[in-house]
């Protein structure tokens, strides 16, 4: 089976640093997604990690250890439409669909 | 103009009606997917197609059945609605390999 963690909510303050984790524990590792989702939109691609270590990519980064079935997305100098969930998503196999966590909503605060 | 789009955007119908959610893509994409959002539960898989002729069961099909008409194609179809699929419906693409998917906008789907 497929089994993904996230926490369910976070709340950090506009400028700060605020770093979102993803457990996993799935049958076979291809491959990790993140994604963005404003309320009531479609979710929207932000990083994907197949090797360990650290994907920059402008204000976010995402982490990979493969070996702690671990992740993370890291946000810099947050601003208020980074107010969103965050969903986690792994391909456990070359060709299989992905097993998405339930998301954590981030709520930017002034 | 945008590669996922789904019709209707939103829908309001009533307990027992049979309602059709339609999904076509331009990227060109094999696999297409239906996905089902409900507050804090995530995006559940309902039903995937990895081609024309290759239909498959997500985690919570019961209620619900699709078609693929052709490869730009992707309907879902709830036979009879019922109060609980009262949701936020997705649908998704992704290439041959399975990797990144692309969403649709969604559909706001109310049974009364």
């Known amino acids: 089976g497929q089994n993904i963690d996230q926490p369910t909510e976070m709340t950090a303050t506009e400028g700060a640093i605020v770093q979102i984790n993803c457990t996993y524990q799935t049958s076979g590792f291809n491959g990790l997604f993140w994604y963005q989702q404003h309320a009531g939109e479609a979710p929207t691609f932000l990083s994907y990690?197949?090797?360990?270590g650290l994907e920059e990519k402008g204000r976010f980064s995402s982490f990979l250890s493969r070996s702690k079935g671990y992740s993370y997305l890291l946000l810099k100098e947050l601003q208020m439409k980074d107010s969103a969930s965050y969903l986690c998503?792994?391909?456990?196999?070359?060709?299989?669909?992905?097993?998405f966590g339930k998301g954590t909503k981030l709520s930017v605060i002034p | 103009d945008a590669d996922v789009t789904q019709t209707p955007r939103n829908r309001i119908t009533k307990t027992g009606k049979r309602i059709m959610l339609e999904c076509s893509q331009t990227?060109?994409?094999?696999?297409m997917y239906w996905y089902r959002q409900d507050p804090g539960l995530g995006l559940q898989l309902i039903y995937y197609?990895?081609?024309?002729?290759?239909?498959n069961k997500g985690e919570i099909s019961d209620g619900y059945s699709v078609s693929r008409q052709a490869q730009a194609k992707f309907s879902l179809s709830l036979e009879s609605a019922i109060p609980n699929q009262t949701a936020l419906y997705f649908c998704?693409?992704?290439?041959?390999?399975?990797?990144?998917?692309?969403f649709g906008p969604g559909t706001r789907l109310t049974v009364l």
């Open positions: 998503a792994v391909s456990p196999f070359v060709g299989y669909q992905l097993t």
């Open positions: 990690n197949v090797l360990d």
């Open positions: 990227k060109g994409h094999d696999r």
């Open positions: 998704a693409t992704s290439d041959r390999l399975g990797g990144e998917q692309f």
């Open positions: 197609s990895f081609d024309v002729k290759d239909i």
